[in-house]
């Protein structure tokens, strides 16, 4: 912009031209609206540190209350998952001591203690699946049913026509598919026993599991054939008659 007396360049902001002194009317209109766009700004500031601080508060309590919800959420992760945590901790452990542990299985399983060797193996929460462990895949597949056997078998001769659960049948249930699960994995095509290193040991629970037949159930090897050869119908009646003299 230029003085309209002499000329020479002036500010917006200017209210005297510098160089003749004349007293500006053209800046005027500018000089008014930058005195309302202060005023209007330092207002509008004003309001926004009071609506700021009068909603501190709520910005408190909605942080707070985020961190509750996060805080709830974690618990309820970590509560749900305990188990979990665990049972990956235990399984660290259990490759961590695997010679200490190796040592153990083998105490159970040369006193031929198998059952023994299921609870340990559980509660370490041991994995069969996945070395160094790996080669215990089939002896504790073997393992886990001839402890059910026994414990079913056991249970319904203790037990006899006062079941342990809601009816005789029910343990007649149990004990039947209890053998035949056992059995059944003997003679599995993908069990082969032979190749596997524990071979003694199954060979054992096999014999001992023949055993617990021919005393509680009166299967000696002829009456074992026959039982395995009679359907599961004839199986149950016959296990029927012997627990529960039905």
Same mark, same amino acid.
């Given at each position: 912009?230029?003085?309209?007396?002499?000329?020479?360049?002036? /500010? *917006?902001?200017?209210?005297?031209?510098?160089?003749?002194?004349?007293?500006?009317?053209?800046?005027?209109?500018?000089?008014?609206?930058?005195?309302?766009?202060?005023?209007?700004? %330092?207002?509008? =500031?004003?309001?926004?540190?009071?609506?700021?601080? /009068?909603?501190?508060?709520?910005?408190?309590? &909605?942080?707070?209350?985020?961190?509750?919800?996060?805080?709830?959420?974690?618990?309820?992760?970590? =509560?749900?998952?305990?188990?979990?945590?665990? %049972?990956?901790?235990?399984?660290? %452990?259990?490759?961590?001591?695997?010679?200490?542990?190796?040592?153990?299985?083998?105490?159970?399983? +040369? &006193?031929?203690?198998?059952?023994?060797?299921?609870?340990?193996?559980?509660?370490?929460?041991?994995?069969?699946?996945?070395?160094?462990?790996?080669?215990?895949?089939?002896?504790?597949?073997?393992?886990? =049913?001839?402890? &059910? *056997?026994?414990?079913?078998?056991?249970?319904?001769?203790?037990?006899?026509?006062?079941?342990?659960?809601?009816?005789?049948?029910?343990?007649?249930?149990?004990?039947?598919? &209890?053998?035949?699960?056992?059995?059944?994995? *003997?003679?599995?095509? %993908?069990?082969?026993?032979?190749?596997?290193?524990?071979?003694?040991?199954?060979?054992?629970?096999?014999?001992?599991?023949?055993?617990?037949?021919?005393?509680? *159930?009166?299967? +000696?090897?002829? /009456?074992? +054939?026959?039982?395995?050869?009679?359907?599961?119908?004839?199986q149950k009646v016959y296990l029927?008659e012997v627990l529960i003299h039905?």
């Amino acid at each position: 912009m230029k003085c309209i007396s002499c000329g020479a360049e002036i /500010g *917006l902001t200017d209210h005297v031209c510098p160089h003749c002194g004349r007293v500006l009317t053209e800046t005027a209109a500018h000089q008014a609206a930058q005195i309302q766009y202060q005023n209007d700004s %330092e207002l509008t =500031k004003r309001k926004a540190g009071k609506t700021l601080a /009068g909603n501190i508060p709520l910005v408190i309590s &909605a942080f707070v209350m985020l961190l509750l919800v996060i805080g709830i959420a974690i618990t309820g992760y970590v =509560k749900k998952n305990a188990y979990h945590f665990r %049972e990956d901790a235990q399984r660290k %452990e259990s490759v961590n001591k695997y010679d200490e542990y190796s040592a153990a299985i083998r105490e159970y399983l +040369d &006193a031929g203690d198998y059952t023994g060797f299921a609870a340990f193996k559980e509660y370490h929460n041991i994995a069969e699946w996945e070395a160094p462990y790996d080669d215990l895949r089939l002896l504790w597949s073997i393992t886990g =049913k001839y402890s &059910a *056997l026994v414990t079913n078998v056991e249970a319904a001769v203790m037990f006899g026509p006062e079941a342990r659960r809601y009816r005789p049948e029910d343990d007649v249930d149990g004990c039947h598919w &209890a053998i035949h699960n056992f059995y059944y994995e *003997l003679e599995h095509p %993908e069990s082969d026993i032979d190749s596997d290193p524990y071979r003694d040991y199954i060979y054992d629970m096999k014999e001992k599991a023949d055993l617990l037949l021919e005393i509680y *159930l009166g299967l +000696d090897a002829t /009456g074992r +054939d026959a039982y395995f050869a009679a359907s599961d119908l004839e199986q149950k009646v016959y296990l029927e008659e012997v627990l529960i003299h039905d």
